[in-house]
């Protein structure tokens, strides 16, 4: 019987592989795709990283309190940083 299942489904997935959109024929097609991807990725890190709390080094009060302060307090954004073009 689980046999029968997984052959089923396999055969039920080879029509779906065989409709995949080929590959792209040019060179330059592939480097520009590969370059857009890129690009996705190292804004998608950016944000990632801007994301990340940072925090001031920390502090030790007389009384013995150690106090470690936010940058960018929640509800503050953070200064815009400017774009190179």
């Known amino acids: 019987m689980l046999r029968a299942v997984l052959l089923a489904s ?3 997935a080879a029509p779906a592989l065989a409709q995949q959109p ?6 330059k097609e592939a480097e520009e795709l590969a370059r857009e ?3 996705k990725l190292m804004r998608a890190m950016g944000k990632l990283i801007q994301s990340i709390p940072q925090y001031e080094m920390p502090e030790i009060l007389p ?12 509800g503050q954004k953070p200064p815009p940083k400017e774009e190179k073009t």
């Open 63 to 74: 009384n013995g309190d150690i106090i470690i302060r936010r940058k960018h307090p929640p």
């Open 10 to 12: 396999l055969l039920l």
């Open 37 to 39: 991807a890129l690009d």
């Open 22 to 27: 080929p590959p792209p024929e040019s060179g």
